[in-house]
């Protein structure tokens, strides 16, 4: 159970993961329902993952992955005026979008 674990809870666009034991700080983690969300707190005993979709779909019990992946979204001029959702997808366009650079989205500041 270290690469994978189990909804124990579901609140406020927040899942508590019980397993997982592999998980690291700001990882993607898949849901078995084809959610995904981000690692952002490591506890004893759990994982505490934000939902990047919706919860609608996710119940007590059901599988989740950790990815071996930090989020990183799409950067660059190419998203002048477009929107993006919280998975860095565009909105506004029917194309999927082309960038050249992705980034993650917490890094150590300069200086």
């Keep these: 159970m ?3 674990g189990f909804i124990n809870k579901i609140y406020d666009g927040v899942v508590e993961v019980i397993g997982l034991k592999d998980a690291k700080y700001g990882e993607m983690i898949n849901f078995e329902s084809f959610e995904k969300g981000i690692v952002f707190s490591l506890n004893k005993n759990n994982v505490n993952i934000v939902l990047l979709d919706n919860f609608q779909n996710l119940k007590q019990g059901q599988k989740c992955f950790c990815t071996d992946k930090v989020f990183e979204i799409p950067v660059g001029f190419e998203l002048i005026g477009k929107i993006l959702n ?4 565009c909105l506004n366009i029917k194309t999927k979008l082309k960038t050249k650079k992705t980034d993650v989205i917490e890094k150590i500041a300069p200086g």
Aim: neutral net charge; glycine residues 14%.
């Design 2 to 4: 270290n690469n994978y």
């Design 86 to 89: 919280s998975k860095g997808e």
